[in-house]
C-alpha cells in the first residue's frame, strides 16, 4: 500500500477522499474481520460507527483500475491486555497473506495508539486526530497546550547469540510447551542497537557478547515494535538463567536447531512460527558456514 504521505498533511485532499470510492477496513475492536475468501474484510466508509475517528491508511490499487483511499475506524478503547498470548491475534498471523498481514498490523497499531492517547500527555487535556490520522493534537484554540502527539514505535533487539557453532535460545514463563526462541529485549533510551544486545543477554544470561551485527528487522504490532534481528558471539562462561522474565536458557547444536525447524522427530523444542522474525533469523543462522 502506498501510505501517501503527501497527502496527510492536506486536510482538503483526506476530506476530498472521504466518499463512496474509499474503502474501510473492518475490525472487530482490533481483530480483522475476514471475507469469504480469507482475506481482510473491507466496507464503505458508511461502516463506521456514528462520529468515529478515521485514519487514513493510504492508497491500495485495486485490479486495473486506480487506487482506492483506504481508513480505518479508531476503537473506543485500546489493548490493555496480553498481546501476543492472544490466540485469535496469532490465527489471524497464520490465515491472512503477506500483504494484508502488513495492512492489518499498520492498521492495528496506528488505531490502538490513538485509542489510548486521546488526552494530553502536557496538559491532560483532550487531544484531537491530526494529518489523516498519523499525529495527534492538543489543540490551543480549545484550551490546550498546543503540543503535537505522534505514534510512537519501541525498538527491540533480537538476537542470536552463537558460541563454538551452538545458539543460545531461550523460553520465556508461562508459553506452550518445549517452545524456545532468541532472546529479546527493548532498547532503552541513550543506548546503541549493540549496548543493548550485550546488556539484555547478559542480564537474561549472564553470558558476555561481542561482535555484534545486524540481520534484519520487523514490525511489530503488539503493540507497537521494531524488532531489530542481530547475531552476535559469546565469550565463555556459565548460564545464569534470569529466573524473573525466563524458564531455561541453553545451547543447542546446529543439528538439533535444524530438528526443530523441520519438525522433525524428537526435536528438543519447538520453534518460533514462520510469521515471527526468531524463525528467519534462525533459518539464516542455519545457512551459515
Not at 473492518?26 to 462520529?51: I, K, N, Y
Not at 468515529?52 to 486506480?66: I, K, N, T, Y
Request: include cysteine.
Amino acid at each position: 500500500m502506498d501510505r501517501a504521505d503527501n497527502l496527510r498533511a492536506d486536510p482538503d485532499a483526506i476530506a476530498g477522499m472521504m466518499n463512496w470510492k474509499a474503502r474501510l477496513l473492518a475490525l472487530d475492536e482490533l481483530m480483522p474481520q475476514m471475507d469469504d475468501a480469507g482475506g481482510l474484510l473491507w466496507g464503505s466508509l458508511a461502516d463506521a460507527p456514528e462520529d468515529a475517528e478515521l485514519v487514513f491508511l493510504g492508497l491500495d490499487p485495486m485490479g486495473d483500475g486506480p487506487a482506492k483511499p483506504c481508513f480505518v475506524a479508531v476503537p473506543e478503547q485500546g489493548d490493555i491486555g496480553p498481546r501476543i498470548n492472544n490466540p485469535r491475534v496469532w490465527a489471524a498471523m497464520t490465515a491472512l497473506s503477506s500483504h494484508d498481514l502488513a495492512i492489518y498490523g499498520s492498521a492495528r497499531s496506528i488505531v490502538n495508539w490513538h485509542a489510548r492517547h486521546r488526552f494530553c500527555a502536557q496538559c491532560g487535556k483532550p487531544t484531537k486526530i491530526a494529518k489523516g490520522g498519523w499525529q495527534r493534537d492538543c489543540a490551543a484554540d480549545t484550551g490546550g497546550c498546543g503540543t503535537q502527539h505522534f505514534p510512537r514505535t519501541d525498538p527491540v533487539t533480537i538476537m542470536l547469540v552463537e558460541r563454538d557453532g551452538e545458539l543460545m535460545l531461550g523460553r520465556g514463563k508461562g508459553w506452550p510447551d518445549k517452545a524456545y526462541s532468541a532472546l529479546a529485549g527493548f532498547v532503552e533510551p541513550g543506548e546503541s542497537i549493540e549496548e543493548g544486545v550485550a546488556r539484555e543477554v547478559f542480564e537474561e544470561s549472564g553470558i558476555v557478547v561481542k561482535d555484534v551485527s545486524y540481520i534484519a528487522s520487523q514490525p511489530w504490532p503488539f503493540p507497537s515494535q521494531l524488532m531489530i534481528g542481530c547475531h552476535a558471539v559469546a565469550e565463555p562462561g556459565a548460564i545464569t538463567v534470569d529466573t524473573t522474565e525466563l524458564e531455561d536458557v541453553q545451547f543447542f547444536t546446529r543439528e538439533q536447531v535444524q530438528t526443530a525447524m523441520d519438525k522433525g522427530e524428537g526435536a528438543l523444542f519447538n520453534a518460533p512460527p514462520p510469521q515471527a522474525i526468531a524463525y528467519n533469523l534462525m533459518h539464516w543462522w542455519l545457512e551459515q558456514e
